[in-house]
């Protein structure tokens, strides 16, 4: 029997490969939540959440229902509220199960939760996207839209429910991922402008932050696992179809041959980031259509909506 490197005494059951240790159950969950605490506290928000409203954008997967968990066992001891929203985007075979999974964590845990149907707000469902992509009507992949729909609801539901701060699941796999993909679009303005936190001074805007930021996604799932939470384990029919699948196998491939490799892709994403001052980036504004915050004169929502309604 291995024992856990840190206490020397119980079995372990993660191993965290990049720095060469084996933890226990106990050591683990503690390492875990020491990290999220530590996150959370360098981002400035450990009084600054008191009183507030904190709503969580849920998938029902494995990193948002942490999300939730965390911030769920913590709400006391910071001293905030929470509420979770989950877009439906009208994926049959995936949603109708994560939705359920969210409904069931909601009810055990005494969560509110809001769930928004796509189709609903914005009269488009991801289904019908990917029909009229694949029909070659659009040229436009489903996650695409549903990247920009989705996080278009979760700011407009968060502002009618008078939410102060929206918290998502991102992990330290999805940094990299989104890192590497700005990188190949040469998109420097993204590239040191997305952290943990994100805050822009302008009416309607939200701020966001991540407490699973430096949490691996291997992680995410042991923690997971290790809680007796479920969700069940379906993915998207059209994730394949995306950069960000094609990126995340290369990245998988590339730290099991070179372990560390993720962590230090984020310590270089962490170094540029001290120079966002430095990278011009668009300011924020109204957009002409609907009001919500955008960089550009029509929000990317309304751009894709128009552009959906001439098909
Ligand atoms: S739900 Fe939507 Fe994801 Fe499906 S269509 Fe793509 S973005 S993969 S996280
Ligand atoms: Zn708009």
Redesign the pocket.
């Known amino acids: 029997m291995v024992l856990c490197s840190l206490c020397g005494r119980e079995p372990a059951v993660a191993k965290l490969r990049y720095a060469g240790v084996v933890l226990c159950r106990e050591c683990f969950l503690r390492y875990f939540e020491e990290r999220v605490r530590r996150t959370l506290d360098s981002l400035g928000l450990t009084h600054e959440l008191s009183g507030k409203l904190v709503a969580v954008a849920t ?1 029902g997967g494995k990193d948002s229902l942490n999300t939730l968990f965390l911030l769920n066992k913590l709400k006391e001891e910071y001293d905030y509220d929470i509420l979770a929203i989950l877009i439906d ?1 009208g ?1 049959s075979g ?1 949603r109708e199960f994560k939705r359920k999974a969210l409904e069931a964590f909601c009810d055990k845990f005494k969560i509110s939760f809001k769930v928004v149907s796509m189709r609903d707000s914005l009269g488009y469902d ?1 289904d019908t996207v990917a029909k009229l992509s694949y029909e070659g009507k659009i040229d436009l992949k ?2 695409s839209v ?2 920009v729909f ?1 996080r278009y609801l979760v700011n407009l539901e968060a502002l009618k429910a008078g939410v102060d701060y929206i918290a998502t699941g991102h992990n330290l796999d999805d940094e990299v991922q989104t890192f590497i993909m700005n990188f190949i679009r040469g998109d420097l303005a993204s590239m040191v402008r997305e952290g943990p936190f994100l805050h822009e001074d302008f009416p309607g805007f939200i701020p966001r932050f991540k407490p699973l930021y430096y949490v691996p996604e291997k992680e995410s799932l042991i923690y997971f696992m290790l809680n007796g939470l479920e969700t069940p384990y379906v993915e ?1 029919p ?2 394949p179809l ?1 950069m960000r699948y094609y990126i995340r196998n290369l990245i998988n491939r590339i730290e099991y041959a070179s372990p560390g490799t993720k962590l230090r892709i984020l310590s270089l994403k962490e170094h540029l980031r001290t120079i966002k001052g430095k990278v011009p980036s668009p300011s924020l504004r109204k957009c002409e259509i609907c009001g919500m915050p955008t960089t550009r004169r029509v929000c990317r929502t309304c751009e894709i909506r128009m552009l959906l309604s001439r098909v």
């Open positions: 998938s985007e994926i995936y991801i489903p996650c549903c990247g989705r998207c059209y994730a995306s």
